[in-house]
């Protein structure tokens, strides 16, 4: 089996490198709330894109634009016009909340999931069907 950084496009890769060297640089300016809020997400035509995952955090951004472009030409050779900030919202992990036992199924629900086991095809479909006629 192939180790997984194989099946990557080396030139990625190194995109990704160097993002990454460019986000912990600028990290090194902000202040400790916003450290862990904002990543370079590219550069392009000119432009340094910083992601952050708030409005609020953008707006500290913005103000600190001047900054950052000046730490980017000094530590890694960029020469960036401008800086533009985009508020990407980070998703949340979905954990389901527990909720209350489903009442137990009554003779004609089990009867009915039985037959159904019985007309399918599907083996794993089958059983599970009959799984649930037993239970409740």
Same mark, same amino acid.
């Given at each position: 089996?192939?180790?997984?950084?194989?099946?990557?496009?080396?030139?990625?890769?190194?995109?990704?490198?160097?993002?990454?060297?460019?986000?912990?640089?600028?990290?090194?300016?902000?202040?400790?709330?916003? /450290?862990?809020?904002?990543?370079?997400?590219?550069?392009?035509?000119?432009?340094?894109?910083?992601?952050?995952? &708030?409005?609020?955090?953008?707006?500290?951004?913005?103000?600190?634009?001047?900054?950052?472009?000046?730490?980017?030409?000094?530590?890694?050779?960029?020469?960036?016009?401008?800086?533009?900030?985009?508020? /990407?919202?980070?998703?949340?992990?979905?954990?389901?909340?527990?909720?209350?036992?489903?009442?137990?199924?009554?003779?004609?629900? /089990?009867?009915?999931?039985?037959?159904?086991?019985?007309?399918?095809?599907?083996?794993?479909?089958?059983?599970?069907?009959?799984?649930? &006629?037993?239970?409740?």
């Amino acid at each position: 089996m192939r180790a997984p950084r194989t099946y990557l496009d080396p030139t990625m890769l190194e995109q990704a490198r160097r993002l990454e060297a460019m986000t912990q640089s600028v990290r090194t300016l902000l202040p400790p709330g916003l /450290r862990d809020h904002c990543w370079v997400g590219n550069i392009k035509e000119g432009v340094l894109i910083l992601v952050t995952d &708030s409005g609020t955090w953008a707006h500290q951004l913005r103000y600190m634009q001047r900054e950052i472009l000046k730490q980017m030409k000094a530590y890694h050779g960029i020469s960036a016009r401008s800086v533009k900030i985009r508020v /990407r919202p980070v998703m949340q992990a979905f954990t389901p909340r527990p909720g209350k036992p489903l009442p137990p199924l009554n003779e004609e629900a /089990r009867e009915a999931l039985s037959r159904a086991a019985d007309s399918v095809g599907d083996p794993e479909l089958r059983q599970t069907l009959r799984r649930f &006629s037993t239970q409740g």
